[in-house]
């Protein structure tokens, strides 16, 4: 276990005491309701070229919601954008990092695809003076202010409505790539709604049934859900899936056996099979990170960080610490968990059409399917 990965653990493991004990003040800051986009233009500076490094495109909610979000604050506020695809590459998203700074940007927004590999890179951009916005995934470097939604909450709200869908039963708990620090905060989470179960006996994990992802992949997670399945006679009754999209491979394996609407499964990022699922009954939960807000809000504290590099000025930014124990700034926006008792959220938003949400669900069913 590396260095950094220990000094993870212990610091989620600190959060989550001081969550539970209610005495004392947790390093993470508090979601916060974002700044709205309309303080774009008050924001810009006279030059303000924008570097995105995007990890990949193949999840279709960074194409689809976050690049524009970014895109239209950016025009809002008279920013100039220019963003790249790491295609799930480490090397590569090295190099567009590299090439961005040789652009001339004044800021860069980084998703990281692998966060120990591209930390040289955040030092180059660091050491130009170039501010650096850590992208929905955490950048172990003080220097960088982290922007994500709030995923220690996003862990709870599965898991909440997991439990509450199967009280008692053995559990598999499908994690994301180990390599990033997201599923740690997503398992911590997690971890503060079943403790207790599982100490009183309700809820077992059995050996084997708590798998990381490489590259959070669908694929990847079917084949541990297969295993899992196997391993325990198909004895499980409900799954934490830590997206959306392994979500999919794990429904895959429990529908191979008749299983996917009988075990209860939660996940998160709103995408827009996983919503169907809901709407269909094989999903109990999708927490909704709002990507484009977040790509927007994105746009917003760049343009702030063209005017001032501080990122502790930027706008609902509040003091924090890496999970390395660094001290930084963050900028947590609040999720939503999806059920089907609120699906006319999204529906609301635009985020999803009914012809989407409610494809091969029984009319009048469910809420929001007539």
């Not at 309309?38 to 070229?49: D, F, G, H, R």
């Not at 997991?162 to 009280?167: E, G, I, L, S, W």
């Not at 927007?296 to 003091?319: F, M, N, Y």
Request: aromatic residues 4%; glycine residues 8%.
């Amino acid at each position: 276990m590396s260095i950094r990965r220990t000094a993870s653990i212990m610091a989620i493991a600190a959060l989550v005491f001081a969550a539970c004990g209610g005495g004392g003040a947790t390093t993470a800051p508090a979601a916060t309701t974002a700044p709205a986009a309309t303080t774009a233009a008050t924001a810009a500076a006279t030059a303000c070229k924008v570097g995105v490094a995007w990890s990949t495109f193949q999840e279709e909610r960074y194409g689809l919601r976050d690049e524009p979000g970014i895109k239209a604050a950016l025009a809002a506020g008279g920013g100039e954008y220019i963003g790249n695809d790491a295609k799930n590459n480490a090397e590569t998203q090295a190099s567009n990092v590299a090439a961005l700074i040789a652009a001339g940007v004044n800021v860069i927004v980084i998703n990281a695809y692998d966060p120990e590999a591209i930390l040289p890179s955040v030092k180059a951009a660091v050491d130009a003076g170039i501010p650096v916005i850590a992208y929905d995934r955490e950048l172990e470097n003080a220097n960088a202010l982290f922007l994500t939604h709030d995923n220690v909450e996003v862990g709870r709200m599965i898991a909440r409505d997991v439990v509450k869908a199967a009280p008692t039963g053995n559990y598999a708990i499908i994690k994301g790539d180990k390599t990033q620090t997201n599923p740690l905060f997503l398992r911590a989470g997690m971890e503060e709604i079943i403790a207790p179960l599982i100490a009183s006996g309700d809820i077992t994990i059995p050996a084997g049934a708590e798998v990381d992802t490489d590259g959070w992949k669908a694929e990847v997670a079917q084949t541990s859900m297969e295993q899992i399945l196997t391993a325990n006679n198909n004895d499980i009754q409900a799954v934490l899936s830590q997206n959306d999209n392994m979500a999919t491979g794990a429904v895959a394996a429990l529908k191979a056996q008749g299983l996917d609407k009988t075990v209860k499964i939660g996940a998160q990022d709103g995408d827009k099979f996983a919503l169907n699922r809901v709407a269909l009954g094989t999903q109990v939960v999708s927490v909704w990170k709002d990507a484009t807000e977040l790509g927007t809000e994105a746009g917003v504290a760049a343009l702030q960080l063209c005017k001032d590099p501080d990122i502790s000025k930027v706008a609902g930014a509040t003091a924090s610490k890496t999970t390395g124990g660094l001290d930084t700034s963050a900028l947590l926006l609040a999720p939503i968990p999806i059920t089907q008792a609120n699906l006319q959220v999204v529906l609301d938003a635009k985020w999803i059409t009914e012809a989407e949400l409610c494809k091969d669900v029984a009319a009048g069913s469910v809420t929001g399917c007539p």
